[in-house]
C-alpha cells in the first residue's frame, strides 16, 4: 500500500518534470528557429546592401572614366586647335608684307611681334612632346623635354606654346604653384602671343583652386577686356557670371 502511494506521488512529479522540460525544450527550439529567421534575414540584408554598395561604385566607376574620356577629349580639341593655328601662323608668316598704309589712314591695334617661325627640327621635338601629353600621358617625361625643348628653341612661336603646354601639365599633375608661374610668363612676357588669352584665363583657374579668389576674378577681367573677342573672353564671362550667381 506504501509502494502505491509513493508511486502515485512520484509518478506525478516525474510528469510535471517531464512537461517542464518539454516546454523548455520546446521554447528552446522556438528561440532558435527565431534566431535562425533573424540571422537568415540579417543575411539577406547585408547581401541587399553589398549588392547596392557594388551598384553604386559601378555607377561611380562609369562616372570616372566619362569625366576622363571627356577630359582627354578636351586636351585632344584643344591640341588639334593648336596644331591648325600653327599652320595658319606659318602660312602667313610666309606670305609677302602687305603694303604700308598711306599717310591719314586710321591704324589698327598694334600688331603682335614677329616670333620666329620652327624649323623642321623644332617642329618635331614639339610634336614629340605634344604626344607625351595627348597619347601617353607621360606628365613628368614631358615637363622635362619641354624644359629641353625651351633651352634649345629659345623665343620661338612654338616656345609661347611650350610654356603654356607646360602650365597645362602642371595643372592636370596638379602643381598649382608651378601651373601658375608658367601661364604667367605666357601672360606677361607674351602678351600679344595667340597664347595669351588662353594663358590669362587658365592663370585665372589656377588662382581659383589656389583658394586666391581675388586674383582669380582680376586674371578673368583682364581676359575680357585685353582680349574681349578671343573664346578666352566667353569663358571668362562664364567664370565670373558662376561666381555671381
Do not use: C
Amino acid at each position: 500500500m506504501r509502494q502505491f502511494l509513493m508511486a502515485t506521488v512520484v509518478l506525478p512529479l516525474a510528469l510535471g518534470q517531464a512537461g517542464v522540460t518539454l516546454a523548455q525544450s520546446a521554447q528552446d527550439t522556438q528561440r532558435n528557429a527565431n534566431n535562425s529567421q533573424a540571422t537568415a534575414e540579417l543575411f539577406y540584408m547585408i547581401q541587399q546592401l553589398q549588392g547596392e554598395v557594388r551598384r553604386l561604385q559601378g555607377e561611380v566607376e562609369e562616372q570616372r572614366h566619362q569625366i576622363e574620356r571627356l577630359q582627354q577629349q578636351g586636351r585632344d580639341r584643344y591640341i588639334d586647335l593648336d596644331q591648325r593655328i600653327l599652320d595658319l601662323s606659318e602660312k602667313i608668316a610666309s606670305q609677302p608684307a602687305p603694303e604700308a598704309s598711306s599717310p591719314g589712314s586710321t591704324a589698327s591695334a598694334p600688331e603682335a611681334r614677329d616670333y620666329r617661325q620652327p624649323s623642321a627640327e623644332e617642329r618635331k621635338a614639339y610634336e614629340q612632346i605634344q604626344d607625351l601629353i595627348r597619347n601617353q600621358k607621360k606628365y613628368d617625361e614631358a615637363i622635362s623635354r619641354i624644359y629641353e625643348f625651351i633651352d634649345e628653341y629659345p623665343e620661338g612661336d612654338l616656345t609661347v606654346n611650350a610654356y603654356y603646354w607646360l602650365g597645362e601639365v602642371y595643372l592636370v599633375k596638379p602643381q598649382l604653384e608651378q601651373a601658375k608661374q608658367a601661364f604667367t610668363i605666357v601672360a606677361t612676357r607674351f602678351a600679344d602671343h595667340r597664347k595669351a588669352p588662353d594663358a590669362v584665363y587658365k592663370l585665372g583657374v589656377t588662382h581659383d583652386r589656389l583658394g586666391e579668389k581675388e586674383q582669380a576674378r582680376r586674371s578673368m577681367q583682364t581676359v575680357i577686356g585685353d582680349y574681349p573677342s578671343s573664346s578666352a573672353a566667353d569663358l571668362a564671362r562664364k567664370f565670373l557670371e558662376s561666381r555671381n550667381s
